[in-house]
């Protein structure tokens, strides 16, 4: 019998089946493992999870799926489209056949026709390397432990306000949540309606801060407890006492926090009172539209940091198509336009990303040094928003 190869969106009818396939693919057998309980914010049935995956059928089974999940970034005002890619799955029977590389063509495609302005994802560097992902992004991890909390706060220090576990009926705390993290100038798309399956992601634990019945801000633990996806506050006032309750209910020694340089505060109290910290990179991501993500990363990057003032024109070769834009800073505020100038600098794809996304570039020396200094740029996604 001869192979019939489709390709396409699922749908509805084969949420089941694909489920299955992902679950087999990734030696998922305890129910507590499966994705629907992983990430149920992606795989529900009202979120439409096999529409949401590009399907390879062979005579009309399902053989592979790549999730294909769209959203939208806002930052410092700028409307960015995002794809993040998630679930990239073959069965273990067919492996080795190119299924997976025929998935991620058409993913790739199809972003770079519907004005995809940048695409992220996890996994392996030079198996998606070969798909135009770089690791880029920054973020830190603070180490906070009880000692600092004695030699800051007093021996005797605790969390001074309340917390507890949210339930999927804390429907008020969800709406005081989105409505915090929708006032953010770095924010995806989050839906008060939507806020438990989010903050469930990975399995985490979600926490509401109150004092005296009050709203204060909320953090989530991982599983284990050990490291903060992320927190939210009221008040930045609140940052401290909601750091303490986040170490209280890890019940642990010490905790590992993750926050993106943009979160000044947040950064400000743990850089001066941590035990100790590091700056690292977040996951890959790669760019469609250099002229739109520059102009709004590096938006986001004077909130928090001065950007010399400069001019560089850099012609990049890009993965849609080349781009040559003319990047102008003065008094701390951005330009990122179309030019015909000549470039200062002229990059490959995977040159550029690293250039202005990663920690390391091996071309960002060949820049005007007030120019260098403006990257990296602090690319970004919350684990909550991952996929």
Not at 129 to 154: H, M
Request: charged share 30%; proline share 3%; net charge negative.
């Amino acid at each position: 019998m001869s192979e019939y190869i489709h390709m396409r969106h699922g749908n509805a009818s084969q949420r089941k089946e694909l489920l299955d396939l992902l679950d087999m693919s990734f030696g998922f057998t305890r129910d507590e493992d499966k994705f629907i309980n992983l990430l149920p914010k992606l795989y529900k049935e009202k979120y439409n999870p096999a529409q949401n995956n590009v399907v390879l059928d062979v005579n009309g089974e399902i053989r592979a799926a790549v999730g294909l999940y769209y959203s939208n970034l806002t930052v410092c005002g700028e409307k960015l489209k995002i794809s993040g890619i998630g679930n990239v799955a073959v069965h273990p029977d067919h492996r080795n056949k190119g299924y997976m590389g025929f998935c991620m063509a058409l993913c790739l495609d199809e972003m770079k026709q519907n004005m995809t302005d940048m695409g992220f994802l996890s996994g392996q560097r030079q198996r998606y390397g070969r798909y135009s992902y770089e690791q880029c992004g920054l973020q830190y991890s603070f180490f906070f432990n009880k000692k600092n909390v004695r030699y800051k706060c007093g021996k005797d220090k605790k969390a001074a306000y309340d917390y507890r576990e949210i339930a999927e009926n804390d429907t008020e705390i969800f709406s005081k949540i989105a409505d915090i993290y929708n006032s953010r100038p770095f924010k995806a798309v989050r839906q008060s309606e939507d806020m438990y399956d989010i903050l469930c992601s990975w399995k985490a634990l979600s926490y509401a801060v109150l004092s005296d019945g009050e709203f204060k801000g909320w953090f989530v633990l991982n599983r284990s407890k050990t490291y903060v996806y992320e927190m939210g506050y009221a008040n930045k006032e609140d940052i401290e006492e909601i750091i303490i309750c986040a170490l209280e209910a890890s019940e642990k020694d010490s905790i590992e926090l993750v926050v993106p340089p943009f979160e000044a505060d947040v950064c400000d109290y743990l850089g001066k009172n941590c035990e100790y910290y590091r700056m690292n990179q977040s996951i890959r991501y790669t760019i469609f539209s250099y002229e739109n993500v520059l102009r709004a990363f590096l938006k986001l990057k004077s909130t928090y940091t001065f950007l010399a003032d400069g001019e560089c024109v850099m012609l990049i070769e890009g993965i849609k198509l080349p781009e040559q834009i003319k990047i102008t800073v003065k008094d701390n505020a951005v330009s990122v336009e179309e030019t015909d100038k000549k470039p200062d600098i002229i990059l490959k794809h995977d040159e550029a990303m690293r250039l202005v996304g990663s920690l390391y570039s091996e071309r960002r020396n060949e820049l005007k040094p007030e120019c260098a200094s403006w990257f990296p740029l602090p690319f970004y996604t919350y684990s909550m928003d991952e996929v």
